[in-house]
């Protein structure tokens, strides 16, 4: 297994960051196999949704319709509401696996690869990529 971790800048707010070009120049000229990506991190997930088209906005959006960063959260430290960004991963997963086909990531047209930073009490993340070969 080949693996790499990459640093993100995700800012003071919640933002979905596309880092499906990252991801493709790490699998590039690898053959077929599998890639798996991973944010180590308890407050921020991996997700595959269209972008630029305004759904990764929907997304934030639905997080905080589902997830309203408030007073109700039993986990408190940080900012106020932060309590449901330690929720968020189990909604967006902290991981994705895809397939590699002849050095391509096998995704659909309309398809990112994003990472999704609710925290903005941590503006820089770590990615990691790792590829085994099939």
Known sequence: MDTEVITVRTGSQATVVD????????????????????????????????TGAGSDD???TALDSVLPADGRWRHRHGSPGHGRDHVV???????ASLPVIGGRIALGTWQSICLVDTNGDNPTRQVRFSFLPG
């Open 19 to 50: 880092i499906t070009d990252r991801a493709s120049a790490f699998v590039r000229g690898r053959g077929d196999g599998l890639l798996h990506v991973f944010v180590p991190h308890a407050t921020a997930g991996i997700a595959i949704i269209e």
């Open 58 to 60: 929907d997304l934030l």
């Open 89 to 95: 991963p189990a909604f967006v997963t902290p991981y």
